[in-house]
């Protein structure tokens, strides 16, 4: 059965995007049929995956017939229409069992009217009580039709309906965070928030539920420089003046949030984190170090950073700053974080 991970935090710039493309690379390689869903107006997780240029090609990607998205997928099956043929369809991208479905601006306007339904659920359009449930239901329909393993939900820095839905709808979630003192505010505001949703979902009436059972995987700590000490074990963990935050990240969220969660039955144990991640500390799934100019190049070449070549870091070496060794050393540690994330999630969910 498919498992439907979101990735969430509604403070942005934290690199949610970038880290969904490289682990649904990583879970795809490993032989996992993979899809991302890009549910952010801004739709960078798509012209990152597909290496789209400009607005033209946006423009020409909404208007093949044969291609869907997540507004189109949204609006049919509104207008109760089957999840079959034409709008089935997901974009194949570079990578073998790794597929897209694009984001699209209009989502928003589908946002508003999924907030409407949960404010106003029973009101003047009864109709509307459905809304809520139908991405969930159609996500799950597509991993019948493409035989999928995972989806894997990019949402936008938001606390909207369709943010709501999307994470209550989901078998599994999780925080990244970067090292400042919005990303810890943010960790409070979630154990605030959740359980109002989860309250608010369970209240609602639909002919497609949603699960409402999401389980907090954890937080991914990224976006920090490392140490650079050579010769030291420590080199790739994060610079002193970083780690004060990412220490002050995590005690907020296993004192606030975990237990927020964990009085609804929505997050893993520790025990269970333990026994996955042993050497990390708890609810701390992954350290990715900031990519730098690394996520340049791998936007230019439509491939993750730890896919980059020699031959790929050549083609932007004006714009790059660091030697070669340097940089392909980075490639081969992110290659390793990667991976070990991806296995991490597989045993975890």
Avoid at 327 to 347: E, G, H, P, R, Y
């Amino acid at each position: 059965m498919v498992k439907i991970i979101s990735m969430f935090n509604h403070k942005g710039g934290v690199s949610k995007t970038t880290t969904c493309f490289n682990l649904g690379w990583s879970l795809a390689q490993k032989g996992y049929r993979t899809l991302l869903v890009d549910a952010d107006p801004q739709s960078n997780l798509t012209s990152l995956s597909l290496s789209l240029p400009d607005e033209d090609s946006f423009e020409r990607l909404y208007e093949n017939k044969n291609s869907n998205d997540i507004f189109s997928l949204a609006t049919s099956v509104m207008a109760n229409k089957v999840v079959e043929g034409p709008n089935s369809t997901i974009i194949p991208t570079a990578q073998a069992n790794l597929f897209l479905l694009p984001g699209n601006l209009q989502i928003e306007g589908f946002s508003n009217q999924i907030t409407v339904a949960l404010k106003m659920a029973g009101g003047i359009f009864p109709e509307t009580r459905n809304y809520p449930g139908l991405l969930s239901f159609a996500f799950k329909r597509l991993a019948d039709i493409h035989n999928l393993d995972f989806i894997i939900i990019d949402m936008a820095p938001s606390l909207s309906g369709l943010n709501e839905v999307l994470l209550m709808g989901s078998d599994f979630f999780i925080a990244p965070c970067s090292p400042d003192f919005f990303s810890e505010i943010a960790i409070k505001n979630l154990a605030k928030i959740i359980p109002e949703w989860h309250a608010e979902i369970k209240g609602f009436a639909s002919n497609y539920p949603l699960s409402n059972t999401p389980k907090f995987l954890g937080i991914i700590q990224q976006k920090y420089r490392p140490r650079r000490k050579k010769d030291s074990d420590d080199r790739n963990r994060p610079a002193e003046s970083f780690q004060k935050w990412i220490d002050r990240i995590r005690k907020s969220t296993n004192s606030i949030l975990v237990p927020q969660l964990s009085t609804l039955g929505l997050a893993i144990s520790p025990e269970k984190f333990r026994e996955v991640i042993a050497d990390n500390e708890a609810y701390d799934i992954a350290y990715i170090s900031d990519f730098n100019s690394l996520v340049a190049v791998s936007q230019m070449e439509n491939k993750p950073v730890f896919e980059l070549t020699e031959e790929d870091i050549k083609s932007m070496s004006n714009r790059f700053g660091k030697s070669m060794e340097s940089a392909l050393n980075d490639v081969q540690k992110f290659k390793d974080t990667f991976s070990k994330l991806a296995d991490n999630i597989l045993a975890l969910t």
